[in-house]
T-cell receptor
Framework: DAGITQSPRHKVTETGTPVTLRCHQTENHRYMYWYRQDPGHGLRLIHYSYGVKDTDKGEVSDGYSVSRSKTEDFLLTLESATSSQTSVYFC?????????????FGNGTRLTVT | AQSVTQLGSHVSVSEGALVLLRCNYSSSVPPYLFWYVQYPNQGLQLLLKYTTGATLVKGINGFEAEFKKSETSFHLTKPSAHMSDAAEYFCAVSVEGDSGTYKYIFGTGTRLKVLA
């Protein structure tokens, strides 16, 4: 168990409102990732982090920002939510800093933007 | 750019039959490949991974996958399907990001249905 907690697990929000999703890990792993999962698209990388204050964009980063002020927390913010951001969001961590390390996933946050 | 393609978004097999889920990758360097499984309302779990060495990789729950460089494939198989294998399966490849970092690219997934 990699000790990953995502909060909230479910959220309904209105278009135009800001939303922040939190990913918390109980161990000091360096790499953390945010993905969104949509039918027909699989998992798509939004942003990832390779250390405190070190982040980079993924393939679908528009409309999202992230912050990592301490090792254990990786926050994903939708500055102004849109209906196209309705999705299931997964946080993942890599327990080793190498290419062959698998990802460990949280249980996801289901976000609905009305 | 490195990527993975999963052929077949839905696959149905009878209980006890062979399971074959297809994954092809595109990579200019030797890839690191993974298969994950997702059960309803859960996150993804690692089934198996290929890094280097033996091309036939065994994973959990009786699954295995064979890395074939000449075919750029990493298909997932299981000799005999069980009802509990019904889930969605994802193939993934790790790629180099900027500044020496690395990230993971996933296929679009294959939903496996097992018929009684």
């Amino acid at each position: 168990d990699a000790g990953i907690t995502q909060s909230p697990r479910h959220k309904v929000t209105e278009t135009g409102t800001p939303v922040t999703l939190r990913c918390h890990q109980t161990e000091n792993h360096r790499y953390m990732y945010w993905y969104r999962q949509d039918p027909g698209h699989g998992l798509r990388l939004i942003h990832y982090s390779y250390g405190v204050k070190d982040t980079d964009k993924g393939e679908v980063s528009d409309g999202y920002s992230v912050s990592r002020s301490k090792t254990e927390d990786f926050l994903l913010t939708l500055e102004s939510a849109t209906s196209s951001q309705t999705s299931v969001y997964f946080c993942a961590i890599s327990t080793r800093s190498s290419y062959n390390s698998p990802l460990h996933f949280g249980n996801g946050t289901r976000l609905t933007v009305t | 750019a490195q990527s993975v393609t999963q052929l077949g978004s839905h696959v149905s097999v009878s209980e006890g039959a062979l399971v074959l889920l297809r994954c092809n990758y595109s990579s200019s360097v030797p890839p690191y490949l993974f298969w994950y499984v997702q059960y309803p309302n859960q996150g993804l779990q690692l089934l198996l991974k290929y890094t280097t060495g033996a091309t036939l990789v065994k994973g959990i729950n009786g699954f295995e996958a064979e890395f074939k460089k000449s075919e750029t494939s990493f298909h997932l198989t299981k000799p005999s399907a069980h009802m509990s294998d019904a889930a969605e399966y994802f193939c993934a490849v790790s790629v180099e990001g900027d500044s020496g970092t690395y990230k993971y690219i996933f296929g679009t997934g294959t939903r496996l249905k097992v018929l009684a």
